[in-house]
């Protein structure tokens, strides 16, 4: 039962690879957002689906951030050649639908060295 | 402007204190508001929803003032295990949750 499940809850990678964070949304939920959180800062808006559609990508900070997400189910969110500014945990969370209230997962630590 | 702003905090309060939090909205559309809280390294969770009526949740109290933009709460008898960062949501219709940068609560004993 369950929750908004991240994985993986932890990511050390190098400066200039590539890596994909994953999220499975609480079964029924049709709204998943993902936000990134750097430390001791607020919740920064990256993308939000709607079903498989993502209608709103503005939070998106560059081209190397992209985000997919298939059968109104499980979303990636990957990051290209990354750089130590994307150190943060990403957060993920889901809703019943679009202005429902969010329930989030436990989130990804990436850590770029 | 940022679109959603708080009280930054930190608030440190006895136990069995009154404290309230302000939050002020800038995107007059905003439909749906809630408030989390979050603990060191975890991540938010839901507190309450905050409806034009206003509402009530045993110790924890929401208030909306849409006229002003303007949202509360209102925590009374104040325990250790409120201690955390409260953050005000509100939805930028059509696009995504906002959230608050948040204001840090400490309940000393």
């Known amino acids: 039962g369950a929750g908004v499940s991240q994985s993986p809850s932890n990511k050390v990678t190098e400066k200039g690879k590539d890596v994909e964070l994953r999220c499975d949304p609480i079964s029924g939920h049709t709204a998943l957002y993902w936000y990134r959180q750097r430390l001791g800062q607020g919740l920064e808006f990256l993308i939000y689906?709607?079903?498989?559609?993502?209608?709103?990508k503005s939070g998106l900070p560059s081209d190397r951030f992209s985000a997919e997400r298939t059968g109104e189910s499980v979303s990636t969110l990957t990051i290209q050649r990354t750089q130590q500014e994307d150190s943060a945990v990403y957060l993920c969370?889901?809703?019943?639908?679009?202005?429902?209230?969010?329930?989030f997962g436990s989130g990804t630590q990436l850590s770029v060295l | 402007r940022k679109e959603v702003e708080q009280d930054p905090g930190p608030f440190n309060v006895p136990e069995g204190a009154t404290v309230a939090f302000n939050c002020t909205y800038s995107n007059s559309a905003s439909q749906s508001f809630f408030w989390y809280r979050q603990d060191c390294r975890k991540e938010p969770k839901l507190l309450m929803s905050v409806y034009s009526s206003g509402n009530e949740d045993g110790r924890f109290t929401a208030q909306l003032n849409r006229a002003s933009q303007y949202i509360s709460l209102l925590i009374r008898d104040s325990k250790l295990s409120d201690s955390a960062t409260y953050l005000c949501?509100?939805?930028?219709?059509?696009?995504?949750?906002?959230f608050g940068p948040g204001t840090r609560l400490s309940v000393l004993p």
């Open positions: 689906f709607q079903g498989n559609s993502a209608p709103d």
């Open positions: 949501v509100a939805d930028n219709y059509g696009q995504n949750f906002v």
């Open positions: 969370a889901s809703s019943l639908t679009f202005n429902e209230k969010l329930f």
